[in-house]
């Protein structure tokens, strides 16, 4: 028996049994295998992660599914990049020892097919192209790395608390829009673990959504249309502002790039970066005038602190005054607080179907964090430095001593407040829903079959 396949009971680090220590801090940071089998095999909430894909599918109503879960896709990612597609589980036990005897660095999430996918080819063989994805959550993600051409203090996949904002102004703008817009109700946040933000929604009636209107979906939210080499990213075209644009510059980008993003990125601190903002004014006269006043700041008595202000100030007064109102420049304003501010969505994500996602409570490799769900609601909070680390929570299991047969060792861990939020706010709604919308389906066929017997 390989060392991969033996059962970890006591935590085990670098092949010595770790002694119980008060010490939560006594566990080395880091990402193993030998860390991610004692996460797998004490803390993942499988139950909780199972109930969420089988919607109420779970035989515990006439009306429902019973081979529903099982055709749904799972992908591992093993050590060494050993990648392993179309895994299909018909119970959360199965899923449980699959996880537990692979020790995957990451799972994916893919769509619920016509049939099995672990059993695609023999379906393959009988010439029907039978094996097409069927139902998929429509999900978003979000990467703070497509924004390195606003953010100053980090670049790639850093990020810290100048620059995470915003991630947060993402959450806000989607999460409502989702909402209002759409009538979305069971939508799911959740960190990515390093750099971004995935969206998972949930309504059964956004899973059955097509390429096509997932693509409709998506071309709502698109206003960044920035290539690497176009230097205005953003045209809002029209009189007036789309009523979800207007919305959302005035609830929620203006003051955000006015009272923190200004500041915290001192945009306009150096002449390259008022550069870069000059350059989005489509009026070369207007820009160069601008310029010159800015120049001009540089020897007024105008303090660092608020250069970025001032700078921001005068560019509003003169495109804004009387004798700018050119219809190009009616909206530049609005312009450079979107391009600066507004959601980065990777297009293609949504508009597929058959794209997979990482699913939530894995840990990430390269940072040792768990991918745990944002609240939308005090996503403000939410600080991605200070998201729970593998070694963190084996510090933590340590310390309390934790029990072999316990299933929910993980409410003795900091992991609690996680796993809390998404089974009550998330999870337990969405159940609900999903049981009414089985028991109306089931009876509305009831009542089909009695009318067809009154014939």
Request: hydrophobic share 35%; proline share 4%; charged share 25%.
């Amino acid at each position: 028996m390989g060392r991969d396949d033996e059962p970890v009971d006591s935590m085990e680090i670098d092949g010595q049994q770790q002694l119980k220590v008060e010490d939560p801090a006594a566990v080395p940071e880091g990402f193993n295998a030998d860390y991610l089998r004692v996460y797998y095999g004490k803390l993942f909430p499988y139950g909780d992660f199972f109930k969420w894909l089988c919607y109420g599918n779970d035989g515990k109503h006439p009306g429902c599914d019973q081979s529903y879960v099982g055709c749904r896709e799972f992908s591992f990612t093993l050590e060494n990049d050993i990648y392993l597609r179309f895994q299909s589980f018909d119970s959360a036990a199965e899923l449980e020892s699959s996880i537990k005897e692979k020790c995957p660095f990451k799972i994916d999430i893919g769509p619920v097919y016509s049939v099995d996918p672990a059993k695609r080819h023999a379906y393959a063989q009988s010439g029907n192209n039978v094996f097409v994805p069927v139902e998929r959550e429509l999900i978003f993600d979000i990467d703070i790395s497509d924004y390195d051409d606003v953010r100053y203090c980090c670049s790639g996949a850093d990020v810290c608390s100048d620059c995470w904002p915003l991630m947060t102004i993402a959450i806000k703008i989607l999460d409502t829009s989702l909402r209002d817009d759409f009538g979305f109700n069971h939508i799911l946040w959740v960190y990515s673990g390093r750099r971004g933000v995935h969206c998972w929604v949930c309504d059964s009636k956004a899973r059955k959504l097509s390429n096509e209107q997932r693509a409709a979906v998506a071309d709502y939210f698109r206003v960044y249309k920035g290539g690497e080499n176009t230097l205005k990213k953003v045209s809002l075209a029209g009189p007036v502002l789309h009523p979800f644009l207007a919305r959302s510059y005035t609830d929620v980008l203006e003051s955000f790039f006015e009272d923190k993003l200004l500041l915290s990125q001192q945009l306009c601190a150096s002449e390259e970066r008022c550069q870069k903002m000059l350059d989005l004014i489509p009026d070369e006269n207007v820009a160069s005038e601008l310029h010159d006043k800015w120049q001009g700041n540089r020897r007024s008595s105008i303090s660092k602190e608020d250069v970025n202000a001032a700078r921001w100030k005068q560019l509003k007064t003169t495109l804004q005054s009387g004798k700018h109102k050119v219809q190009g420049l009616r909206r530049c304003v609005e312009e450079i607080v979107f391009s600066y501010t507004y959601p980065r969505l990777d297009m293609e994500v949504s508009k597929h179907m058959n794209h997979l996602l990482k699913a939530p409570f894995c840990i990430h490799p390269k940072t040792g964090r768990v991918c745990v769900p944002i609240d939308p609601n005090n996503c403000d909070d939410f600080d991605p430095t200070a998201v729970l680390t593998l070694s963190q929570l084996l510090g933590e299991l340590n310390a309390v001593g934790f029990q072999t047969d316990s299933e929910n060792n993980w409410e003795r861990t900091s992991l609690e407040k996680s796993i809390w939020f998404f089974r009550t706010s998330f999870l337990q709604p969405l159940l609900k829903a999903c049981k009414e919308e089985l028991e109306s389906a089931y009876n509305a066929k009831l009542q089909q079959s009695k009318n067809s017997l009154n014939w």
